[in-house]
C-alpha cells in the first residue's frame, strides 16, 4: 500500500500516532525499526514556539533515520500557527510536513480553543487552514474527530473545508471529542470514506492486533492506520501490521524473551537521548506494558513503575522476572 502526502511518497500503511509524553525522539526511532512508514512528533505549542520555551522547542527534534516525519502543532489562532510553522522552517530539520492537531480531546486543550474544539465551526477551520497551508514550506495534514458529541458529527464538512482549503492528508480518530479515548470507535460512520476523499485518509482509534488495522482499513478503505495505545510496550504490533501488507504474512506475536529485549532496547535509547535520570523516570510508565498479558508478570511491571532509577537495575528486574513468568502469552 502506498499513498502521497503532497509529492512526498509513503511505502506503508502504519503510521505511529502522536502520543503526548511517549512519542518522542528516541520512542520513533526505536519503533521506525520495526516498520513503521511514518511517524509525527508530539504535540508542539505554537505559542510555546513562540516565546522559545526551552522543552517546547526540544520536542522539534527529529533523525533522518525516522523519515518521514512529521511536526504537530496546536493552537487556536491562525496567526500564532503561522508563526509558528515560520520557526518550524528555520529551527527544525529532518522533517517533511507540518501536522495541525485538530482531533486532541483534553479539556485542558480544548478549553483554550484548540485541538477538537476547532472543529464547532468547519467553515472557519477551512479558512484558516487555507492560511496555514500558504504559509508552509511543506505539505500540511491535519488530524481530526468525528465531532464534538454525538449531536454534532460534522467530520464530513470538515473533511470538504479541509481538503478545499489543500490539506494534503487527513487522519481522524473515530471517536467524539466527549468520548475522550473511552467506549468503541465508531467506525461504521466511516465506512467507505477513503474513496470519497481527494487525499490519503488515515484512521485511528483502538488498533490493539493486526485484524483491527485489518478491519479499520477494510471497512473505510483508508490508505493506512495510526497505531496509538496498541503499540505501547507491544512494538511487534507494528511489524506485524507491516509484513501483512507488504507479503500477506502474518507474523507471531512477540514471546517473552523477544519483549524483554525490546524494553531493554527502548530503555537504551532513550538514555542517550534523555540521560539515564529523566529517561528511567519517563520509562516507569511505559516499561511496565512490555509485559502485559504475561502470567504473574504484576510484580515485575510494579518494580518497573514505581521504583525504577538506572539501567542497571531495569536489567536485574527483568532478569529475576524471567524466571517466575510465564514463556508464553
Keep these: 500500500m502506498e499513498y502521497k502526502i503532497g509529492k512526498l511518497k509513503i511505502k506503508g ?18 519503533m521506525k525499526k520495526f516498520g513503521v512508514d511514518i511517524s ?20 522539534l527534534k527529529t533523525t533522518k533515520e525516522e523519515r518521514p516525519v512529521g511536526i504537530q502543532l496546536f493552537g487556536s489562532k491562525v496567526e500564532n500557527l503561522a508563526k509558528a510553522i515560520e520557526i518550524v522552517a528555520k529551527t527544525a530539520q529532518n ?19 484548540a485541538g477538537s474544539a476547532l472543529l464547532k465551526n468547519p467553515q472557519k477551520l477551512g479558512e484558516m487552514m487555507q492560511k496555514l497551508v500558504a504559509a508552509s514550506p511543506v505539505p500540511v495534514t491535519a488530524k481530526i ?15 470538504s473545508e479541509l481538503e478545499k482549503a489543500g490539506v494534503s492528508m487527513i487522519g481522524i480518530h473515530a471517536r467524539t471529542t466527549k468520548q475522550l479515548y473511552s467506549g468503541k470507535p465508531k467506525w461504521d460512520l466511516l465506512a467507505g470514506l477513503g474513496k470519497k476523499m481527494n487525499v490519503p485518509l488515515i484512521v485511528s482509534g483502538d488498533i490493539y492486533t493486526l485484524d483491527d488495522a485489518i478491519t479499520a482499513i477494510e471497512l473505510t478503505s483508508a490508505s493506512g492506520v495510526m497505531v496509538a495505545r ?11 501490521i507491516h509484513e501483512y501488507y507488504k507479503s500477506g504474512k502474518r507474523l507471531p ?22 540521560g539515564e535520570e529523566t529517561a528511567m523516570r519517563i520509562y516507569r510508565s511505559i516499561g511496565p506494558k512490555f509485559f502485559n498479558g504475561f502470567a504473574n508478570s504484576k510484580k515485575i511491571k510494579t518494580a518497573i513503575a514505581t521504583s525504577l532509577t538506572s539501567y542497571d537495575e ?16
Excluded: W
Excluded at 13 to 30: D, E, I
Excluded at 47 to 57: A, M, V
Excluded at 253 to 273: C, G, H, P
Design 13 to 30: 500503511p502504519v503510521m505511529l500516532a502522536p502520543m503526548a509524553g511517549v512519542t518522542f525522539c528516541s520512542y520513533r526511532n526505536f
Design 40 to 59: 509525527v512528533t508530539e504535540m508542539i505549542s505554537d505559542c510555546g514556539l513562540i516565546y522559545g520555551n526551552e522543552q517546547t522547542i526540544e520536542y
Design 95 to 113: 522533517y517533511d510536513f507540518i501536522d495541525i492537531n485538530l482531533g486532541c480531546p483534553v479539556p485542558k486543550v480544548t478549553k483554550t480553543g
Design 145 to 159: 474527530r468525528l465531532g464534538i458529541d454525538d449531536k454534532h458529527l460534522n467530520f464530513l464538512e470538515v473533511i
Design 230 to 240: 496498541g503499540g505501547v510496550g507491544n512494538p511487534k504490533l507494528i511489524a506485524q
Design 253 to 274: 506475536d512477540a514471546t517473552l524473551k523477544e519483549q524483554a529485549e525490546f524494553a531493554l532496547e527502548l530503555a537504551k535509547e532513550m538514555i542517550i537521548e534523555k
Design 314 to 329: 531495569l536489567t536485574s528486574i527483568i532478569n529475576e522476572a524471567l524466571n517466575t513468568i510465564s514463556l508464553d502469552k
